[in-house]
T-cell receptor, first 115, second 110 residues
């Protein structure tokens, strides 16, 4: 069964550094998402992306965040200048369509640790 | 965002059925009811979804009340691997994202 893959599984970085989290969505999917989950807290929506544009973003997704689909297979989340509070699990997801009956498929996440 | 209410935690025994309830009294006619689960150290995993009729798949069954204001996820024979946080989420027509609540933490006793 096709799956969403994320790399790396664990990233450690120093405060103020830039990080890029990578995702390969399921190949025929058109809608892409990033979520994050701080340890012990809820899964939070960050951004959705369709047709090479951000379609929706949350308040969390401020100017330090950006997303890109640099080629036909990868979907990346860049955090420009990491803060301690950016430490979290980051999940990528994709779905084939934008319909109520279209499920999201999630990867197993990248654990980001900012020191 | 349309809200769902789930118990914080539930416990069951291995090989017994589990019924996970969800209330969604403000659901609108075009909202789909989705269930996801999150196993320890993994990403959310799609389980099942429905609109009005009950649904079955290889993982679970979804029973939807006639007025659609509540639903129940049924695991027919729980295994230890079913221990996870289960999320009931309304997928709003025209909205792409899912909004996660706290979910129900299901513990399975051997």
């Amino acid at each position: 069964e096709p799956e969403v893959t994320q790399t790396p599984s664990h990233q450690v970085t120093q405060m103020g550094q830039e990080v890029i989290l990578r995702c390969v969505p399921i190949s025929n999917h058109l809608y892409f998402y990033w979520y994050r989950q701080i340890l012990g807290q809820k899964v939070e929506f960050l951004v959705s992306f369709y047709n090479n544009e951000i379609s929706e973003k949350s308040e969390i997704f401020d100017d330090q965040f950006s997303v890109e689909r640099p080629d036909g297979s990868n979907f990346t989340l860049k955090i420009r200048s990491t803060k301690l509070e950016d430490s979290a699990m980051y999940f990528c997801a994709s779905s084939p369509e934008n319909r109520g009956d279209s499920p999201l498929h999630f990867g197993n996440g990248t654990r980001l640790t900012v020191t | 965002d349309a809200k769902t209410t789930q118990p914080n935690s539930m416990e069951s025994n291995e090989e017994e059925p589990v019924h996970l309830p969800c209330n969604h009294s403000t659901i609108s006619g075009t909202d789909y009811i989705h269930w996801y689960r999150q196993l320890p150290s993994q990403g959310p995993e799609y389980v099942i979804h429905g609109l009005t009729s009950n649904v079955n798949n290889r993982m679970a069954s979804l029973a939807i009340a006639e007025d659609r204001k509540s639903s129940t996820l049924i695991l027919h024979r729980a295994t230890l691997r079913d221990a996870a946080v289960y999320y009931c989420i309304l997928k709003i027509q025209g909205a792409q994202k899912l909004v996660f609540g706290q979910g129900t933490r299901l513990t399975i006793n051997p």
